[in-house]
């Protein structure tokens, strides 16, 4: 069941510098998509979301694209710095669905 | 910041035991669930809960497994007869209502089956 990859599962990004995560799925059902930060030990915590109404969600320094005729969404951190080194999951649910699908993850690492 | 509160953090059984995991959601929150993260794979969705039934399962979420919330703050999941491959990470989350799409997860339970 691949409904939501993330096909980079490492992403290393200078500090300072825009990381882009990229995510694909295959559901065209999804109508809401999230995404989730996860440091080693604890549990993903939510970052930031996109309803499929829209096609870019802004909440500081965290930027969601969605692009629903590719079925591709984006995740862009600018400027990127040192604590956002995290795995980052792409989930993605539809309305009357309750369960959120994941993505594999990337893991993200800012070089100081 | 309210959080969800997983115990025991990491848990050790041997198979074939009975195991149950604990969860305190956040106090004002009504729908609950469970997900596990077997090491190397995505995280995925076993069973929400809300109204003190369960209202949507997986097909991971078989006769072996089963959630209760015994009283107004803990919600468990009850794994009846571990396999091998029942060893996992087991997140419980927690949310207000279903349009409030950013669950709250907890710090999840290791479960290793030995």
């Known amino acids: 069941d691949q409904q939501v990859k993330q096909n980079s599962p490492s992403l290393s990004v200078q500090e300072g510098r825009i990381s882009i995560l990229n995510c694909d799925y295959t559901?065209?059902?999804?109508?809401?998509f999230l995404w989730y930060k996860k440091y080693p030990a604890e549990g993903p915590t939510f970052l930031i979301s996109i309803s499929s109404i829209k096609d870019k969600n802004e909440d500081g320094r965290f930027t969601v694209f969605l692009n629903k005729s590719a079925k591709h969404l984006s995740l862009h951190i600018v400027p990127s710095q040192p604590g956002d080194s995290a795995v980052y999951f792409c989930a993605a649910m539809y309305f009357g669905n309750e369960k959120l699908t994941f993505g594999t993850g990337t893991r993200l690492t800012i070089i100081p | 910041e309210p959080e969800v509160t997983q115990t025991p953090s990491h848990q050790v059984t041997q198979m074939g035991q009975e195991v149950i995991l604990r969860c305190v959601p956040i106090s004002n929150h009504l729908y609950f669930y469970w997900y596990r993260q077997i090491l190397g794979q995505k995280v995925e969705f076993l069973v929400s809960?809300?109204?003190?039934?369960?209202?949507?399962k997986s097909e991971i979420f078989d006769d072996q497994f089963s959630v209760e919330r015994p009283d107004g703050s803990n919600f468990t999941l009850k794994i009846r007869s571990t396999k091998l491959e029942d060893s996992a990470m087991y997140f419980c989350?927690?949310?207000?209502?279903?349009?409030?799409?950013?669950?709250?997860f907890g710090s999840g339970t290791r479960l290793t089956v030995v």
């Open positions: 809960f809300y109204n003190n039934e369960i209202s949507e």
């Open positions: 559901n065209s059902m999804f109508d809401y």
């Open positions: 989350a927690s949310s207000r209502d279903k349009t409030n799409y950013g669950y709250t």
